[in-house]
């Protein structure tokens, strides 16, 4: 089951963001206010779940795997953003007729 929230995690970040909310306390447990999660909901989910899974796995305490997996959340969520920026320029140019390759 874990293997399984970890894929979807991955895949659609804010829907597995959901999906612990509603059924744990997993967030609650790793964040003292909901501003937080809220935030990370809207601007980087994937790091939210990461930052919950570090201090749920480290009981509050920054251990090498929870950094890892902090680090390596931010990289992809600012690598998703870098990609869509891209592809929407892409786009734009595509439409205008002159592609640029």
Not at 23 to 51: E, I, K, M
């Amino acid at each position: 089951m874990p293997c399984l929230l970890g894929c979807l995690a991955l895949a659609m970040p804010r829907l597995a963001l959901v999906l612990v909310w509603l059924t744990s306390d997993y967030l609650g447990r790793a964040y003292q206010t909901v501003l937080w999660p809220v935030l990370g909901f809207f601007f980087l989910p994937l790091t939210t779940l990461a930052y919950a899974f570090a201090m749920n796995y480290g009981g509050h305490r920054w251990t090498p795997v929870g950094t890892a997996a902090v680090v390596t959340a931010v990289l992809v969520d600012l690598g998703l953003f870098r990609t869509g920026a891209k592809s929407r320029k892409q786009r734009q140019i595509t439409v205008k007729g002159t592609r640029v390759g």
